[in-house]
């Protein structure tokens, strides 16, 4: 990839999950990046190595609230807007849906006008939710998806969807230069181990040797990306000429129900894993899974992190993060 060395980035929810592996890759390209977070769901934790960065600044506050002065100072240098703010779990996403919504509609609307009166390059993370609980599968793009505007999850797949048409709409009259990528489930290093989602939950229960939660009868399937996959592609998203302002779906195209995950992760551990089967949540998604034919012809890109590795890694990263000492398993 080309050096963007004395450009820089603001990488909104730049100390979330996703965000935070982002940070680091753009600095390893030679931007200077200002990461922007309120983190809410989000941990300073995981900025621990990049503070240490010359290029790299921190800076703590809300997309709802007025930008903060030190980024409006930078304005001049900011060449790429990454807008990552949100939290993405459903039981956070749900905790407080009216600043979701927000989030995503004022925070987005902020971000692009950020963006206009810039010139810099503006990347909205959107996300699998705004196909909903699809009827077509796997899901391409132009699939307009099946979608509650009034359930639990509305807050963000609502949000996240308005959130697409106003990034369009700045396109459309060449008010900003945009790139909209549909996140499909993403895991690894750096997830909140109390975001309630099913991977840092399953693994984080079965280091500290507690029951697997499965939610539902574990038939319903994902497709899991790992993060190092994701960054790479939000990364070539930005910088491709080709991609126009279209949304594209990155994720990797392998399903699995949730009972192969659960099976995936105990091969990795020493000892059996005991299940609890919980109710499933109100709107869970029965499939999900994505048609990544457009970020292959446009980007060349595909995930390449067989789950196997990329599980391995997280657990080793779970197990350092609980602080537990769980012998791995002989082989
Ligand atoms: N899930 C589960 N146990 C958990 C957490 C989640 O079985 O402890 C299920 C959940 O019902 C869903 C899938 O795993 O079917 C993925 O859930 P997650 O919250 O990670 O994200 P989603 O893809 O639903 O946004």
């Not at 192969?260 to 059996?272: G, S």
């Amino acid at each position: 990839m080309k050096k963007h060395n004395g450009e820089t980035a603001l990488v909104a929810g730049g100390a979330g999950f996703i965000g935070s592996h982002l940070c680091r890759a753009l600095l390893q390209q030679g931007y200077r990046v200002v990461c922007l977070d309120n983190l809410l769901t989000s941990r300073r934790s995981n900025l621990l190595a990049l503070e240490a960065e010359r290029d790299f600044t921190f800076v703590e506050g809300d997309v709802l609230d007025p930008l903060p002065q030190e980024l409006c100072d930078r304005a001049g240098d900011i060449t790429r807007i990454y807008n990552l703010a949100c939290a993405a779990s459903p039981p956070l996403y749900q905790a407080d849906p009216e600043h979701t919504m927000l989030t995503n509609v004022v925070g987005t609307d902020k971000l692009l006008r950020f963006a206009e009166q810039t010139g810099a390059r503006f990347l909205l993370t959107s996300t699998s939710e705004v196909y909903g609980d699809p009827e077509r599968h796997p899901q391409v793009e132009d699939y307009r998806g099946y979608v509650s505007c009034t359930g639990p999850r509305a807050c963000y797949d609502e949000g996240k969807r308005a959130a697409e048409a106003m990034t369009l709409d700045f396109a459309r009259v060449g008010r900003a230069d945009v790139r909209v990528a549909r996140i499909f489930n993403t895991y690894g290093p750096n997830m909140n181990p109390d975001d309630g989602r099913v991977v840092s939950n399953l693994v984080c229960q079965a280091l500290l040797r507690l029951p697997l939660t499965l939610y539902g009868d574990g038939r319903q399937t994902r497709s899991f990306c790992y993060v190092a996959d994701m960054v790479q592609a939000l990364m070539l998203l930005m910088e491709s000429e080709a991609a126009g302002p279209d949304p594209i779906n990155l994720g990797n195209p392998e399903e699995l129900t949730i009972t192969e995950l659960v099976a995936a992760i105990e091969a990795i551990m020493p000892h059996p894993l005991e299940i609890i089967y919980k109710p499933l949540p109100v709107d869970d998604p029965t499939r999900r899974q994505p048609d990544i034919s457009r970020a292959r012809a446009v980007l060349g890109w595909h995930p390449e992190t067989a789950l196997s590795e990329g599980l391995a890694k997280t657990v080793a990263w779970f197990q350092r993060e609980l602080g537990r000492n769980v012998p791995a398993k002989e082989t």
